[in-house]
């Protein structure tokens, strides 16, 4: 489930670009006079913005969950490793009680 939403924040973040670099461009556009004088920037500003704080905000998100998948993944492996050394521990103790019974009697 975590690769689905990484991969949905990663679409989102896409979509926040593709947005975002063409309402940033007609604002500076507008803002030099290339459309005519007397026009307003401010909706192109707005979008812009939104998209680039959303996207900001969709990569932390993304961040913290990759930090979480990658702890999970830490405690399986110490926990697998702590399991394995533990059934060695015992194997060895099985053989050392089997050879002491067999000397022992």
């Known amino acids: 489930t975590s690769t689905t939403i990484t991969r949905l924040l990663t679409l989102a973040n896409s979509l926040f670009d593709v947005i975002y670099y063409p309402a940033e461009c007609v604002a500076w556009l507008i803002e030099a006079n290339v459309f005519g004088p007397n ?26 969950i990759e930090d979480k998948t990658k702890e999970t993944i830490l405690f399986l492996y110490r926990n697998t490793l702590k399991i394995i050394q533990y059934r060695r521990l015992l194997r060895n103790k099985k053989k050392e009680q089997s050879s002491y019974d067999a000397r022992t009697k």
Do not use: H, P
């Not at 026009?39 to 913290?64: D, M, Q």
């Open 39 to 64: 026009r307003s920037s401010r909706s192109f500003r707005l979008v812009s913005t939104l998209c680039w704080l959303a996207n900001i905000i969709v990569s932390l998100i993304g961040n913290l």
